[in-house]
């Protein structure tokens, strides 16, 4: 299930009981506006031990289309001060995945129902985040999936063995999380463009929570096979209040890309 069928959810709840899907419930305990709504505005949060609580429901701010603001989960790029640097093998791989109608396409996560890259998670669907002393816990909306960030002083493995989400440790700098993750498998597209990872990648983020319903995500990459130097693009995020997260779940096995291109292939090769 997802958002865009919210309107659909709605009208076929509107026959059972709406508070069961649990798309409108007011949030409990946070500051509102005299108009009822959530103050997004308000001081940020904190924790019985005096840090920033990162707790609730993030996604992307919305882009006024007419501004010409592409998300970065479509190409991250966009947000990198002079576009990303490539090597000659992160420029050819990106090459190739990056046309709409090339055999590469078919191969991206998202539409095979892989776990997906980084930028594609902070962006592509909510994530909720459950903020423990020694666990940041991340729930995303999208395959019901999850992101563990372990705070009890432990160290990234030395030698991991690649994984889609990699491993992932955080410490504070002041009000900021800072979480160092590695381990990453050679598989991942950063987002929707195809821009690569490779398993010697090296990601830091910086999490820092302005107010209660602004965040941003300052993501650091450093991937010598893919880069020819580090790179940061800082994300927007926006609190989700008033709502909970959906099971959206993408069915395993989805071949809706491989046909296409093979319509693709068919058509070019009747010209």
Sequence with gaps: MTRPFLGTVLFLAACVALPAQWLRYPTPN????????PDLSAPTPRTREGMPDFSGIWGEPRYPRNQGVRAPFINIGGWVKGGLPYTP??????????????KARATEPSVLCLPT???????HSLRKIVQLPDLFLILN????SFRQVLMD??????DPVPTYDGYSVGTWDGDTLVIES?????????????????EQARIT?????????????????????????????????????????LVEICAEGEKDAIRMQRIRDAQSSAK
């Design 30 to 37: 946070i500051p509102r506006t005299a108009d009822g709504k």
């Design 89 to 102: 093998e992160g420029k050819k791989l990106v090459d190739e995945r990056s046309p709409v109608d090339s």
């Design 117 to 123: 890259g980084l930028v594609y998670r902070y962006y």
């Design 141 to 144: 909306e999208r395959n019901a």
């Design 153 to 158: 002083g432990r160290p990234l493995p030395e």
């Design 182 to 198: 590695a381990g990453f498998n050679s598989g991942i597209w950063l987002d929707e463009a195809g821009n690569p990872l490779s």
């Design 205 to 245: 983020e910086r999490l820092r929570r302005q107010d209660f319903g602004h965040m941003t995500a300052e993501i650091k990459i450093n991937d010598p096979v893919m880069y020819t130097k580090p790179w940061t693009a800082t994300l927007p995020l926006i609190l989700n209040a008033d709502t909970e997260l």
